[in-house]
């Protein structure tokens, strides 16, 4: 018998040092349970559009089931260009400025694993997504926080971010709409960053999925502002705004040595997307601007119900401008966002995630999808009315 | 009237033609009086004219019969096809008329208790109309989507229950 005990530690120390994401705990509790409503899903509830899903299938029948290049079909790099062109205005080569991934996870792994160095800092915004710290510590590089504020309504101070720039910035990680707070950035804010990332020249890595959900007025990227497109790495994908998460399809554009070194890491790794996401993603270009916005306006419609009844419960609850997560403030009830998740699903079976799990600056909160329909959103509002009544009385 | 605002509670009201007025001002972030005050102009002008249940005739105790009828019309001087598009439109057995572009000039959607009962309409009420020069009837067998719902959902979704 071998014993575990003797074995070497075969675990890499920087891996060994990451931390659990924090959903993956929560998420052991909620499967034990039945009859949740989950308000803790980060993708759409739709099903991917009926026309999506047809061309795939029709691509399949096709024979279309091999390898593509590794930066993906040029058709779809054409197409994703002309969308970017027009959506964010600013301009990329299909063929030398523009890579298709497997999702943005992908694109964003690439991207810091090609230009960090051991030692490198980033500086990024919490609270984030659960992958951002990860990764760039996966990069051997250190991840430097910014926490943005309720109070700022979770957008990016300029000044916050200056501040924390060193000599050893490398790079600035931005995710407007935000996941977790639904928080969105202007004009001026990217011109804000974009001044700063200009004067200490930093490349500036942006993380647009949420992009489609504004529910405001949308502004263009970060990397349409002067002098930027040369220091920006645009990233977005298909997963939110055409309820494609399975399909795991992602790009990046950017200048060409910045794509020619994602591209390295990509071709040696995972070779290219699968082609039925690609025919899928290109599907969605093509004919999908109507679904997307059909599904934007009924976020919008939900976000409007969820944040309203957060804030008659008493758990204040700005209004979110993009995404589909509401980020409400729960420390009117005496507890932590951990203890009011923990106990809320006890209670009353419904599932939120703590906002510990986004940032450990994030303890008062808790991050509520709305990507659900009104109906779960009716009923797990009022679970919580009743739960947040019972706390107080 | 804020055009934004009443397209997106049209767009509510196709959905659900029963929500409270309460319920659709949390929906489009307005006042419930204002809610109310919009659906009574949007009634008032007649933009909208009535409401209805939605339902799968399949699942009735009573079945009904119902045909798509195309219909070739000789137009009129002056009128072109609102004459007779409004005199079909009378009888109660006719549910629906629409004038369409095409090798024929009007669909009707006719309701009747048997097979028998829809031809004989036809063939005694319909066809002899003054201007109505053919008409072709098509038993519907099977209603699939009605306004925008699947009148038997045919998909499963298991999702996650929580993802980041």
Request: aromatic content about 8%; charged content about 25%; glycine content about 6%.
């Amino acid at each position: 018998m071998t014993d575990s005990k003797s074995r070497p530690d075969r675990v890499a120390a920087h891996i060994a040092a990451l931390p659990r994401s924090g959903i993956r705990d929560f998420f052991e509790l909620v499967i034990a349970m039945d009859d949740v409503i989950s308000l803790g899903v980060g993708e759409p509830d739709f099903n991917t559009p009926w026309g999506i899903r047809e061309a795939t299938i029709y691509s399949l029948e096709r024979g279309r089931t091999n390898y593509t290049s590794n930066l993906g079909l040029l058709s779809l790099r054409k197409a994703v260009c002309e969308y970017v062109a027009k959506d964010f205005d600013v301009r990329y080569d299909p063929e030398k400025e523009c890579i298709i991934t497997v999702g943005v996870s992908e694109a964003l792994d690439l991207i810091l694993r090609a230009v960090l160095e051991a030692g490198d800092e980033v500086v990024y915004h919490e609270p984030c997504y659960v992958s951002y710290p990860a990764c760039i510590s996966m990069a051997q590089a250190v991840p430097v926080p910014i926490v943005t504020h309720k109070e700022g309504q979770f957008r990016l101070d300029p000044a916050e971010l200056e501040k924390a720039v060193t000599p050893r910035t490398k790079a600035v990680l931005i995710n407007f709409p935000n996941n977790p707070t639904g928080a969105n950035i202007d004009f001026a804010q990217k011109q804000a960053i974009a001044e700063i990332a200009v004067r200490h020249d930093l490349l500036v890595i942006t993380d647009e999925i949420y992009s489609e959900l504004t529910y405001g007025e949308r502004c263009k990227s970060i990397a349409a502002f002067p002098g930027m497109k040369d220091r920006t790495v645009f990233l977005h994908g298909f997963s939110k705004a055409y309820a494609m998460t399975g399909f795991r399809i992602g790009y990046a554009c950017g200048p060409h040595d910045m794509i020619e070194a994602m591209m390295k890491i990509h071709q040696y790794s995972m070779l290219c997307a699968s082609i039925m996401g690609q025919e899928a993603a290109l599907e969605a270009l093509r004919r999908g601007r109507n679904d997307m916005e059909s599904m934007r306006r009924e976020y919008r419609i939900r976000r409007n119900v969820i944040v309203k009844r957060f804030n008659d419960i008493g758990l204040s609850c700005h209004l979110p401008e993009g995404a589909f997560y509401a980020f409400p403030d729960v420390s009117s009830t005496g507890l932590s966002g951990t203890e009011f998740a923990t106990r809320l699903l006890q209670q009353e079976k419904v599932a939120v995630v703590p906002g510990p799990a986004f940032s450990r600056h994030a303890d008062n909160h808790v991050r509520c999808s709305y990507a659900v329909s009104l109906d779960d959103i009716e009923t797990a509002t009022s679970r919580i009315s009743r739960f947040v009544a019972g706390l107080t009385a | 009237m804020n055009t934004d605002d009443m397209d997106q509670l049209l767009s509510q009201l196709r959905r659900n033609a029963r929500l409270p007025a309460s319920q659709l001002a949390e929906r489009l972030m307005m006042s419930q009086e204002a809610v109310e005050k919009l659906i009574a102009e949007c009634e008032a002008e007649g933009i909208i004219r009535g409401y209805y249940p939605l339902i799968n005739e399949d699942k009735c105790a009573d079945k009904k019969v119902r045909a798509i009828i195309e219909v070739t019309v000789r137009p009129e001087r002056d009128l072109g096809f609102d004459r007779i598009a409004g005199n079909l439109a009378k009888f109660n057995e006719v549910t629906d008329v629409t004038l369409v572009s095409g090798s024929y000039d009007l669909q009707l959607i006719v309701v009747g208790d048997s097979l028998q009962d829809v031809a004989g309409f036809v063939s005694t009420k319909l066809a002899p109309i003054d201007g109505v020069q053919s008409t072709r009837t098509h038993f519907v067998l099977m209603k699939y989507k009605e306004a925008g719902f699947q009148l038997e959902d045919n998909e499963e979704y298991d999702r996650l229950k929580i993802t980041p």
